[in-house]
């Protein structure tokens, strides 16, 4: 067994994150007191930063983390069984309602740490639930209310077995069929018709906007994709181009839907327009089910004639490093064909040595990008932005898809 180690003090609320804190009749929050716990293991690299700030821009109030040092997952509890009974300690002590993993734990674990810490009083969920909690908040649209229920219910979809086979409902012999299955087979029947329902309600959505967008290139206009990590700008630099008013940093996930809108600007004299496409932002290590149901969604992106990489060039290096991998992972996979230009935003939060090393550290990894310094909070430079869009879509220049980018070692 490896080195323990509690962590926290730090409960990042500094961070500028609109915390959506309720208040019961009496005037005490009702925001779920929560302890976040993790189990690093050396071929990983360590969640719970990440996920502390997403549980808070939800509404949990973190209370605890506790990281465990081992040199592999516990198979039954993820952590090893000593220091779930040092979590169940701190539960009772401190009033815990939620223990947040930032491992991801197969539904058996959830159950059985479940068990351990004190039934169902306590709520046990994983990094990816946590994530589609955050989701579930933020849908505002029909398309991502959907996709958000369907990706629920295929990740949960083996759950049901699992918990009845738990609670020694389920017969547990091969081929012998006990009278828990009956319940169980009615549970996969209908999670089965509702998943085939969700499915079709969304590919008529998907339908539909496709036409939408026939319908924009028939036109003659050219697409331009923002993407990036959550958070690191492209709606700022979508409502500021659009004048929109879209939702911006309240934290991960901010933006789920996609938002599309025509541009008309002036380059030198010439007149020329373009479609811009704001949408989901990236995740590093997203759960392939969760990728699956946002696959539309990203598709905007695969589309694109042109795609913004946004990169949130003021953080610590070793962030942008992660993130950047992390962005050019997810680009590989769905629109490695389209060029890029890399937009370094926040300059506005960067001194000189830090933009710079900021800069070299992009362009070690992504050899051979066109980039752009850039503030989408104050305007700064955006029209350096909108002209390496214009060479591009005018075809002056032609730009390195994402595909013909080697990935470089870390800082
Ligand atoms: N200082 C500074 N803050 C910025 C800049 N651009 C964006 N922000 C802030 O960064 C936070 C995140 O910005 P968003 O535009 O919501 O980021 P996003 O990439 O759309 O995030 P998701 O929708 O979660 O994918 C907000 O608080 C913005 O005000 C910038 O250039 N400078
Ligand atoms: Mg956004």
């Keep these: 067994m490896g080195e323990r180690q509690r962590v926290r003090g730090n409960l990042h609320g500094a961070r500028g994150l609109q915390i959506s804190a309720s ?3 009496s005037g005490k929050s009702s925001r779920m007191r929560t302890l976040v716990a993790e189990c690093k293991i050396p071929t990983a690299p360590s969640r719970y930063e990440e996920v502390e700030t997403m549980a808070e821009s939800i509404g949990y109030e973190v209370i605890d983390t506790i990281v465990q040092h081992r040199k592999s997952l516990h198979h039954t509890y993820c952590v090893g069984p000593g220091k779930l009974e040092e979590i169940k300690m701190l539960v009772v002590e401190n ?3 939620a223990v947040v993993f930032a491992n991801t734990l197969p539904s058996a674990q959830v159950f059985k740490i479940q068990r351990v810490l004190g039934g169902t009083d306590i709520k046990v969920i994983d990094r990816n ?3 589609l909690e955050v989701f579930d908040k933020r ?3 029909k398309e991502a209310k959907l996709q958000i229920a369907l990706a629920k219910l295929r990740y949960t979809f083996s759950w049901g077995r699992e918990f009845l086979r738990l609670e020694g409902i389920l017969g547990g012999q091969v081929g012998w069929s006990g009278p828990g299955d009956y319940p169980y087979h009615d549970y996969e029947r209908t999670a089965k018709k ?6 079709k309600e969304l590919r008529d959505v998907y339908s539909k906007k496709s036409l939408l967008r026939d319908h924009r290139r028939e036109r003659g206009f050219p697409i331009v994709a923002l993407a990036g990590y959550t958070q690191s700008g492209k709606t700022t630099f979508f409502n500021r181009m659009s004048a929109e008013h ?3 940093g309240l934290g991960p996930f901010t933006t789920l839907s996609t938002f599309a809108r025509r541009i008309d600007q002036n380059n030198g004299g010439d007149n020329f327009s373009f479609i811009l496409i704001d949408s989901i932002g990236f995740i590093e290590d997203m759960h392939p089910t969760i990728l699956k149901a946002f696959n539309t969604t990203l598709g905007e992106i695969s589309n694109a004639d042109l795609i913004l990489l946004f990169v949130d060039v003021s953080e610590d290096l070793e962030s942008v490093f992660r993130k950047l991998t992390a962005s050019k992972e997810i680009l590989e996979k769905i629109a490695a064909k389209v060029p890029l230009v890399i937009c370094a935003n926040k300059t506005d939060l960067c001194n000189d040595s830090r933009l710079k090393e900021g800069k070299k550290l992009i362009s070690r990894t992504f050899e051979g ?3 752009v310094e850039v503030s989408a909070l104050k305007g700064n430079n955006t029209e350096e932005v909108v002209r390496q869009a214009y060479n ?3 075809g002056s220049v032609s730009l390195a898809p994402s595909s013909s980018l080697e990935l470089h070692s870390s800082p």
């Design 23 to 25: 208040y019961d009749s």
């Design 95 to 97: 009033d815990i309602e």
């Design 129 to 131: 639930l946590l994530i």
């Design 139 to 141: 849908a505002m649209t």
């Design 194 to 199: 509702r998943i085939a329902n969700m499915e």
């Design 246 to 248: 879209k939702d911006t």
């Design 369 to 371: 990008v066109t980039l």
């Design 392 to 394: 591009h879509l005018n």
